[in-house]
């Protein structure tokens, strides 16, 4: 199907976007998922300059690069969060300000509103190559994350009751209802990540999310295999059943023990990397994922939007793991059949 192999730029926003375009070319990318952090993409700029998106566009251009979505994932996480010290560190100084929770809340939602306006104002002034690819599947996307008032009761000890439960998805769609109007309004469409410490991070989750919001149109998923597979989810059967709700692909992959460890599902409070857990990320190819009924079943979706790389492995150096990840794509990603196998004997 020759989808568009792209690299996520959220873990490189220590480099410029002018090095990283020149890098993700030389790693072999059609394109790049430019996170709103760094100078990757900024949202206000976007939205205030009126050569802002021009000039980005010819970055990407001048390295032969795309780009088919952008992502707002740290500032979505606090639009739903219960908000404390760790947020102060992924929000810009004008979001966090004084840290009241309801406040950062409620600036975090304006600032995901406005992420549809910027992106609408990006996308609009994208080369004709890039709308094809944006015409075929639909869809103008910013990925993220939503936050969750309810991730802190996943364990249900001391019992969790189910009225505390319909009362995070209700604050879930109080919040992202008029977000995902706005959005609406501007052709664009919200994917998100379903993750743990999400208000969606497994299949059960994610159908009571889309019911919350009573399946709104421009809400969807931001497909990564790897949130799912170590907690032992049925990522085949994912695709299989919300096929037409993703709207986006991360390819990363990750390892789980077939057998005991010393840190489990939950991670035992170490760190990344580090020997003895259970489940660790991996560079594609290196983990337990099969992307191979990953890809099957993403045809069978008629899914035609892109593959970007988002490239966690903490034991091996980037550089090489994204050249490596690029080559990989492109290798897994195969073409349904025009007609059945045996086809030939028929007369």
């Not at 490189?12 to 002018?18: F, M, N, R, S, V």
């Not at 597979?229 to 991360?250: A, P």
Request: glycine share 10%; hydrophobic share 40%; charged share 25%.
């Amino acid at each position: 199907m020759a989808r568009p192999v792209c690299l996520f730029t959220g873990q490189w926003a220590d480099l410029p976007i002018e090095t990283l375009a020149k890098q993700a070319k030389e790693f072999g990318y059609d394109g790049m998922e430019l996170a709103v952090w760094g100078d990757h993409f900024e949202v206000d700029r976007a939205n205030a300059e009126d050569d802002y998106c021009k000039k980005h566009w010819e970055v990407l251009q001048d390295h032969g690069l795309g780009c088919y979505a952008i992502s707002t994932h740290l500032v979505g996480q606090a639009v739903c969060d219960l908000i404390d010290e760790r947020h102060k560190a992924i929000l810009s100084e004008e979001i966090y300000g004084d840290g009241e929770p309801e406040g950062v809340r409620t600036r975090a939602a304006e600032e995901v509103k406005a992420t549809a306006r910027a992106a609408r104002r990006f996308f609009d002034a994208a080369p004709d190559s890039v709308k094809s690819v944006l015409a075929a599947t639909g869809r103008t996307v910013v990925n993220g994350f939503t936050g969750s008032s309810i991730w802190h009761l996943l364990y249900s000890f001391p019992p969790v009751s189910a009225d505390a439960l319909d009362a995070g998805y209700t604050d879930f769609a109080k919040r992202w209802g008029p977000i995902l109007n706005e959005y609406k309004s501007h052709g664009v469409s919200f994917a998100l990540e379903v993750h743990p410490t999400e208000i969606a991070f497994d299949i059960t989750t994610t159908r009571r999310a889309l019911a919350a919001i009573d399946h709104h149109p421009n809400f969807g998923i931001n497909f990564d295999p790897s949130h799912l597979g170590y907690q032992r989810v049925d990522y085949v059967g994912f695709l299989r059943e919300f096929g037409d709700r993703i709207f986006n692909v991360h390819m990363k992959d990750v390892w789980w023990s077939e057998t005991g460890a010393e840190a489990g599902v939950f991670g035992g409070h170490a760190n990344f990397g580090v020997d003895g857990r259970s489940w660790d990320f991996r560079s594609l190819g290196h983990g337990s994922v099969d992307f191979g009924a990953i890809i099957r079943q993403l045809n069978f979706a008629n899914y035609r939007g892109p593959l970007t790389v988002e490239w966690e492995d903490p034991g091996m150096a980037r550089e090489a793991g994204a050249a490596e990840a690029s080559a990989f794509v492109r290798k897994v990603d195969f073409t349904s059949a025009a007609a059945a196998f045996d086809s030939a004997f028929e007369n």
